[in-house]
């Protein structure tokens, strides 16, 4: 990450202090903008899906949703600390393949389930170190380098498995279909994580240091905080719960399927900032990114119940994708937030142009 650039010095690196603080004052209200929209979404989609369903409305049902999300919101937690950072990964969604084609072929060879479990995560936590390292210290850009980590990882996944599933018996049944007093497993798993990656955002001082990261990082930087290590810390974060969802994902499905995770890293761009985070960094909310996660899978499981074709739900993912993407650039643009040209969002938009014809 630059530091010492005037071209990563924000408009509100610009601003007087007593401006700076006025623009910062109203954070609560802007993540009720957020949450009161998405909220609404849901309850409406929900109340018109379990008119034409009732089974839409009971408790299996939401349960049901929240286990078939809990990957992607797992991911998301990990993507909105980035993105707030300033940062993002478009390599979540090889990296979930390539731990769960793994875990499976370690599970085949006769490791113990806690043996695998820590060999993935320590996996994470290197993958993140070299990611983070190489952003925070040599500036090569996150978006570059992690597409190039989204076709290695994507291969090496391909290659291990030999192009095609490996069947997991006898290991993590729980994790993907055990209860609780009756509560699904996964979507237990999703609250908890949603709610202590939340805590950790907006009640802590390396939260704290996060937004300031986002928002302006040379004057971060001036502060006394340590926008490298923090930078680190955020793709280590990122990397192990990626790791995790793997191996959640591996549960669910009872094998390692080397294509299990194509196409999450849209999803979660989209959902993340469909809950209030800004591509410029420097905003959003754990509580916008859930709410995004759950529409995503109310609107899957509308389309599931009102029997539209499976096609049509990468038509959804797209359309949440644009609209997240142009009403955060408006909004970035009316608050002065980034130049009118819109670069970060240019360069988002032209590796996820290059990431689907990779995947091709």
Do not use: K
Request: proline residues 5%.
């Amino acid at each position: 990450m630059t530091i010492d650039s005037d071209s990563d010095v924000t408009a509100l690196d610009r601003m007087p202090a007593s401006t700076q603080s006025r623009r910062r004052r109203p954070e609560a209200p802007a993540v009720l903008r957020t949450a009161v929209p998405l909220l609404l979404a849901i309850v409406v989609l929900s109340v018109y899906s379990g008119a034409q369903n009732p089974v839409f409305m009971t408790s299996a049902n939401w349960q049901n949703i929240l286990a078939q999300v809990c990957v992607l919101g797992i991911l998301a937690a990990g993507q909105t600390f980035l993105i707030i950072g300033g940062q993002l990964d478009l390599s979540v969604g090889s990296l979930v393949s390539l731990v769960g084609v793994f875990a499976a072929d370690r599970f085949t060879a006769g490791w113990s389930t806690l043996a695998v479990v820590a060999c993935c995560l320590t996996g994470g936590v290197i993958v993140g170190l070299v990611w983070g390292a190489l952003v925070a210290y040599l500036r090569v850009p996150p978006f570059v380098l992690t597409l190039g980590g989204l076709s290695l990882f994507a291969s090496l996944a391909l290659v291990i498995a030999g192009s095609r599933p490996i069947p997991v018996e006898g290991h993590l049944e729980t994790l993907g279909f055990g209860t609780w007093f009756g509560v699904r497993l996964p979507a237990i798993v999703l609250v908890a994580a949603m709610v202590l990656l939340g805590l950790g955002l907006h009640m802590t001082r390396f939260g704290r240091n996060v937004y300031a990261l986002g928002s302006a990082p040379r004057a971060a930087y001036l502060a006394g905080v340590p926008t490298r290590r923090i930078t680190v810390s955020l793709f280590v974060l990122n990397s192990v719960l990626t790791a995790a969802a793997g191996l959640i994902m591996t549960a669910r499905l009872a094998a390692g399927d080397p294509r299990a995770g194509a196409g999450l890293e849209l999803q979660v761009v989209a959902v993340t900032v469909l809950g209030g985070a800004a591509l410029a960094g420097g905003r959003g909310s754990m509580l916008g990114t859930f709410l995004g996660v759950v529409l995503f899978g109310v609107i899957s499981a509308a389309l599931t119940f009102l029997q539209v074709p499976g096609a049509y739900q990468s038509l959804v993912t797209g359309g949440i994708l644009i609209f997240a993407v142009a009403v955060t650039a408006i909004a970035d643009l009316r608050t002065g937030r980034v130049p009118p040209d819109g670069p970060r969002l240019r360069r988002l938009a032209a590796a996820l142009r290059v990431g689907a014809l990779l995947r091709r």
